[in-house]
């Protein structure tokens, strides 16, 4: 039901995901924020139920912020952390699953290619991508990738492609998304470029 | 008085001092000589090797230097039994990071993880600290090359250029004049092959300098460098090449004599 969008580009990662909260038949609000900062240079953008939503997104959060305590400010890479969620997701998924997928992006300071973006589903499938969407959001927006994403791309390029996505969700999914969060991290760290409802209203 | 708080590691004595502690400290000071010496592209670690007797078979592989992942070796000095239990503890941990992030551990981290290990023997009532110190050399993505030694306490240090063992006083003070640190002008790190002879060098004064010990079958040379790949090169000299970093060394030395 959920929907979240990730592309990478020359110098970051932007990723988008819809607002809205429900179960069943009925919404419960339009304003929910489904992209977690991680750390200061890396967020992750979860579809599923509300419930796991949070408790995976924290619990992974605040243990690599765990890790940056105990060690001095070490940080842990992007590589890292995708793979320290992987497995903290292959664990629950023999005993509870988390009914999570995720998309895991983040940004490198001095590597080679600083900026970089994860596949993670709820099974523990890990993968390196480019571009990927979660959800439905895979059914109407991986041809759109497919055909706009070019390796060094501009910020404005990515925002511009992400909302081709957005918009493409809003004319054909049957199901309402009327709104759209869209985060970025670059070498100055996360930030929100824009929103449709504000998480901070109650 | 102090025969009273001697049993016991967990108890002070009035002094404010550990005395089984400092014990297992002096006894790291009898052991065989290892040298750690921080190169531009690499680091040497050079080891005194003990001979007990003609008749003992010799070790299959080396009882001085010991690889604990693909980026970090230690030399040991003290009980080879204790050492084994942390070295085995080193490779676990190492091995544990690894499978959990994908990715190489920070050798500080593994530094820091055994000599957490180690401290807590020092506290823990009815336990005997370990008789072992160690000189760590590793390499990783943020901080490159990395030296540390560690004594039985749980103490740590990063260091350019050390000494552990037997006579270490001597020859940390021929490192300290004969090591240049490259923080003057003009002066500069030395490279890999600089380093083996001044290690050798050390250990030749830490060995009493008598012309018996300058042999290879007395010293343990290792080397840590890159390859073209930025993967870790290990390497304990065999004995020709041993042999002859020892032989440069000798007519260095007797040529400077000369002059």
């Known amino acids: 039901m959920d929907t979240v969008l990730g592309i990478t580009y020359n110098g970051g990662v932007i990723m988008a995901a819809d607002q809205s909260n429900g179960r069943s038949i009925l919404t419960y609000q339009k304003n929910l924020d489904k992209i977690a900062k991680l750390t200061n240079y890396s967020m992750m953008g979860v579809s599923g139920p509300n419930c796991d939503l949070v408790n995976f997104t924290e619990y992974i959060a605040k243990n690599l912020n765990l890790y940056e305590l105990s060690n001095e400010g070490t940080k842990l890479s992007t590589h890292a952390q995708a793979n320290y969620a992987r497995g903290e997701m292959a664990a629950a998924l023999r005993r509870g699953p988390y009914q999570v997928n995720v998309l895991l992006g983040g940004y490198d300071e001095g590597k080679k290619s600083p900026s970089s973006l994860y596949y993670l589903d709820y099974l523990g499938a890990l993968h390196k991508v480019k571009h990927g969407a979660q959800g439905y959001a895979q059914y109407f927006c991986s041809s759109i990738f497919d055909k706009e994403y070019s390796d060094n791309l501009t910020e404005e390029e990515a925002i511009k492609i992400i909302e081709h996505c957005i918009a493409e969700m809003q004319t054909r999914f049957l199901i309402s998304q009327p709104n759209f969060i869209i985060k970025k991290v670059d070498k100055d760290g996360v930030s929100v470029i824009s929103f449709g409802g504000d998480p901070a209203d109650t | ?259």
């Open chain 2, 1 to 259: 008085m102090a025969r009273r708080y001697d049993s016991s590691t967990t108890t002070f004595s009035p002094e404010g001092r550990l005395h089984q502690v400092e014990y297992a400290i002096e006894a790291i000071n009898n052991a065989g000589t290892c040298v750690g010496i921080l190169a531009k592209d690499g680091i040497v670690m050079a080891s005194e090797k003990r001979i007990t007797s003609g008749l003992l078979a010799p070790a299959k592989t080396s009882e001085k230097t010991y690889q604990l992942c693909p980026h970090a070796s230690c030399n040991v000095a003290g009980l080879t039994a204790d050492a084994n239990i942390l070295i085995e503890q080193a490779r676990l941990r190492a091995g544990r990071y690894a499978y959990q992030y994908q990715e190489p551990i920070p050798v500080e981290q593994l530094v820091e993880f055994v000599c957490n290990y180690k401290q807590f023997y020092t506290q823990r009532g009815g336990l005997r600290p370990f008789g072992v110190a160690f000189l760590f050399a590793g390499y990783d993505e943020q901080y490159g090359f990395q030296l540390y030694q560690s004594d039985p306490s749980g103490n740590y240090s990063g260091w350019k250029a050390t000494v552990i063992g037997a006579n270490n006083q001597a020859g940390k003070s021929l490192l300290k004049t004969e090591y240049k640190t490259g923080e003057e002008e003009g002066d500069q790190i030395p490279d890999v092959d600089e380093a083996l002879k001044l290690a050798v060098k050390v250990l030749n004064k830490t060995m009493d300098g008598t012309t018996a010990a300058a042999a290879s079958e007395k010293m343990e040379l290792y080397t840590m460098t890159l390859d073209e790949d930025g993967e870790c090169v290990h390497k304990i000299l065999n004995k020709v090449e041993a042999q002859k970093v020892i032989d440069a060394v000798e007519s260095e030395s007797a040529s400077a004599g000369d002059s």
